[in-house]
């Protein structure tokens, strides 16, 4: 007994052009999860690496008005090596969270503490810290008056 259902079409077996079109639709789908790796998570916070050792420097910038700064630039200079003759300028500006992150800093300094100078416009605030200390710091900084 055979029934005809109005309005479906049958359904051919997917030779060539399944194949093909199957293909195309594995690398879309492939290029578009390629592309979501690239991009990355956009909860991740920004960060820098001076190389020069473990520890970590956390950065929470926030205004007068405890609102996120966007684009704060946090500064340092870590010296490093034979009487701490050589030196690596850092600098990373924060997310749109007031965030920012700098690895590789070195855990003992010749002549600690270490600064890290934060501006935005002419807003500017310093912290310090000796690594030897704490070797993960978290900063919580106002700009502004």
């Known amino acids: ?10 359904v051919a077996p997917a030779g060539k ?14 290029c578009g999860a390629g592309a979501q790796i ?10 820098v690496s001076a190389g020069t050792g473990p520890c970590t420097a956390e950065f929470i910038v ?9 684009d704060a630039k946090i500064h340092t200079i870590v010296k490093y090596g034979f009487m701490s003759k050589r030196d690596s300028e850092v600098e990373i500006g ?3 969270n007031g965030r920012a992150k700098i690895e590789g800093l070195p855990e003992k300094l010749k002549k600690p503490p270490m600064e890290f100078t934060i501006k935005k416009g002419d ?18 900084v106002t700009l502004g008056k």
């Open 1 to 10: 007994m055979s029934m005809k259902l109005a309005g479906v079409a049958p």
């Open 17 to 30: 052009q399944g194949r093909v079109i199957y293909c195309f639709l594995a690398a879309l789908l492939a």
């Open 38 to 47: 690239l991009v990355g998570n956009p909860a991740d916070v920004p960060s």
């Open 62 to 70: 926030n205004d007068a008005s405890s609102k996120p700064v966007f």
């Open 94 to 96: 924060t997310d749109s």
């Open 123 to 140: 807003a500017t605030q310093s912290v310090t810290n000796d690594p030897a200390a704490n070797c993960h710091p978290t900063f919580t």
